[in-house]
């Protein structure tokens, strides 16, 4: 038997084999198993990262970083992505949807992962079963399988660059990654910042620094730049992610 979701086919011994027809379908349900056993399910993203964050969430100053996109910065940034009806969009540290909200108002449906637990509750109000997974994005293993990556990450302590990092393992060859990130990006010298500077020069990516203020909305006065790059179809799938050595 087929459907749109699914082939089945059943045997006199009373098993039966389901075939899933959809690749968002699995990939959601795959999230769906992996958060819930965590570090059990050796080839899935593990839940130990939002575990640990949720044991220091007493705490959040030492564990938090979070500031919400204002509008003017998601229209920006989504009209650099350049998003179409048929891609895959995966939004690292989600946040409250403020990013996700506007996607999903484009009629794309993108996968969200959030550290903060409260916040992914919030997340499961607005989307698809299996589309949002709480955990560290960090932790999650990669599968290059995304159009665009969209993305507003945390800045301290050289976290957003090893967040891009990270986040371009997940790209096909050819998609497209935009993300905020704090202004350091343009000067710093630690090693990642280097790195990731002349990967851009490389790949033909853009830095382009946003308005003064551009996060006052959010409660901060960060100052920040919006990265823009494409991987090249002849990128490896494997780039080695720096640690975060200096703070900003």
Partial sequence: MTTEYWHVKW??????????????????????????????VGEGPDAAGARQYQRAKPWHSAVEDFYPTPAPVVAQM??????????DVLEPSAGDGAIARVIMAAGIIPDCVEIDPDRAAELRDLLPLGAVVNMDFLTMNPDPEYDRVVMNPPFGKGAGVQHVFHALRFLKPGGRLVAVLGAGLDYREDGPSKELRNMIRQWGGTITRLPAASFSPAGTGVETVLLVINKPGEAMLALAAPTAEAAD
Avoid: S, T
């Fill in 11 to 40: 045997f006199k011994n009373r098993n039966m084999h389901l075939h899933p027809l959809r690749k968002d379908l699995v990939r959601r349900a795959n999230h769906m198993i992996a958060e819930h056993f965590g570090e059990v």
């Fill in 78 to 87: 989504l009209a650099a992505a350049d998003l179409k009806q048929d891609h």
